[in-house]
């Protein structure tokens, strides 16, 4: 189970009243939302972790978070005012950040207090727990005092703008930038609504989400990624499926099989209009679980390859064939700039009939289980076919796809890299059982052991089932082949 670390985030605003709110464009090198607009902030250090007071503590995060990646101090010296930001100030932020100077040191050598009017609180949003990293963040507004003015330094974030809240937010519809899903979230909940609204706008839909809402985690306009509880391959339990298009609109991968978690899918769709069809990306059970009762409930079809149908003749009844290049019509483009649409894409290999999907407005590609951001995927003979994926990753990997979202784990705007790294580890792979090859005749089960050393038991027969792909792989290129029925040699 993962980990989820405290953190505190800040709706830096000008004035009362105004709409004009401070945006920091995160590093694209940066794993987690690189290359994404977000909200200054970030987590608590130990000792404001470990404070049992929590909201003081993540006032406290929040003032040092704002004053390391924006320079602006909104703490008070005794007569009330906030002070200026001259060189001294300037040296004490990077002492700061550099960890040479503690933060807490810092306002008491100034004699500095934080009064909690300065920092309204919002609320609370934990990341879901389908995502590897996980952060249960307390959003702040506060305003820039009188005086101050931000700047960004080099590092981690590559620069901050002063930005209409609304402008912002049609940039994102536009698909000039990337915003992370909480500030997307946060800007369509305040509207055209001043920055100071938004403890009073947003503080029902963040205690909803506290209760165990799926939260509305928006990667574009009309495209919602929804985290499901599924029976999948460890390290993940979760299957993401994806509502996406203004109508039509299609519900690709509904994974859940439990009754109460196909009830938290059934009241996200619920809230909008129902889905035009169900398209599966492939047949595995972590990807249909709730397909047949979407389609009962809804009354619509399902789509998927012809391959995948002929898995699921007797569990799953698919209603239209789809081919690779075929296009389905998602309505008129939320930035209002014409059609708009998913292009299929046939990508075998993890399985026969695997499609993924293509979306060339906001560039995003629905990866399936071509490729993850939690771990490598399984391919599984004799409907797995190593050859056939690679085959299939290098073609997604030529898309100009600006985001790859995946069925496990979370969105990633380092497409190419995220790609590479699966290449690169399936060349390790097929070094290493080519070593183990060189020693002479060997059995799968030695091979297994020998690669993947450390597998927890339960996992083995995966890892047999990987061996065996490569094996396979080397046998069509002339590298390998059995040796006699239950060994094989290079």
Request: with cysteine.
């Amino acid at each position: 189970m993962s980990t989820i670390t405290p953190a505190a985030s800040v709706m830096l605003t000008r004035d009362p009243g105004s709409r004009s709110i401070y945006a920091i464009l995160r590093g694209s090198q940066l794993r987690f939302f690189g290359g994404f607009w977000a909200f200054p902030g970030g987590k608590l250090t130990e000792t404001e972790a470990a404070d049992t007071d929590a909201l003081p503590a993540r006032r406290l995060a929040a003032c040092r978070e704002l004053f390391e990646e924006t320079g602006v101090l909104v703490a008070r010296t005794p007569d009330g005012q906030f002070p200026r930001i001259d060189d001294e100030m300037s040296r004490c932020r990077k002492a700061i950040l550099d960890e040479h100077l503690a933060f807490e040191q810092f306002l008491a050598q100034r004699s500095l207090t934080i009064r909690p009017g300065d920092f309204a609180c919002v609320g609370e949003i934990t990341t879901p727990a389908f995502a590897q990293l996980r952060y249960a963040t307390t959003f702040f507004v506060a305003h820039l005092p009188n005086g101050q003015e931000a700047t960004i330094w080099p590092g981690e974030l590559e620069r901050g703008e002063w930005l209409d809240s609304a402008d912002l937010l049609g940039r994102w519809r536009r698909s000039e930038v990337l915003l992370t899903p909480p500030s997307a979230m946060s800007l369509m909940g305040l509207g055209d609504r001043p920055i100071g609204d938004a403890p009073a706008l947003l503080g029902p839909l963040f205690e909803n989400l506290a209760r165990g809402a799926i939260h509305p985690i928006l990667f574009a306009p009309d495209v919602q990624l929804i985290p499901l509880k599924t029976v999948a391959l460890p390290p993940s339990n979760y299957t993401n499926a994806y509502l996406v298009g203004s109508g039509p609109r299609y519900l690709i991968d509904p994974g859940c099989h439990e009754p109460a978690e196909q009830q938290r899918l059934f009241d996200v769709i619920d809230a909008g209009q129902p889905p035009t069809a169900i398209v599966l990306t492939h047949h595995h059970p972590d990807h249909i679980g709730a397909a047949e009762a979407c389609a009962r409930r809804y009354r619509i079809p399902i789509w998927a390859h012809a391959r995948t149908a002929e898995k699921l003749a007797s569990l799953v009844d698919v209603q239209r064939f789809l081919n690779d290049g075929d296009r389905l019509d998602l309505g008129p483009s939320p930035a209002h700039a014409g059609p708009w649409r998913l292009e299929a894409l046939f990508t075998p290999g993890h399985a026969s009939g695997h499609l993924a999907f293509f979306e060339p407005f906001y560039r995003l590609l629905f990866a399936g289980d071509m490729i993850s951001t939690l771990s490598s995927m399984v391919i599984a003979p004799p409907d797995g076919h190593l050859g056939d994926y690679l085959k299939s990753l290098r073609r997604l990997r030529e898309l100009p796809a600006r985001l790859l979202l995946p069925s496990h784990g979370n969105v990633s705007a380092r497409l190419i890299e995220v790609i590479d790294a699966a290449l690169a580890h399936r060349v390790k792979r097929e070094t290493q059982l080519l070593e183990a090859l060189g020693s002479g005749p060997i059995g799968i089960d030695e091979l297994t052991q020998q690669m993947y050393r450390g597998t927890p038991e339960p996992l083995m027969r995966f890892a047999r089932a990987q061996v065996l792909a490569g094996l396979l792989k080397l046998q069509a290129e002339g590298r390998a082949h059995p040796a006699d029925a239950e060994r094989w040699q290079a």
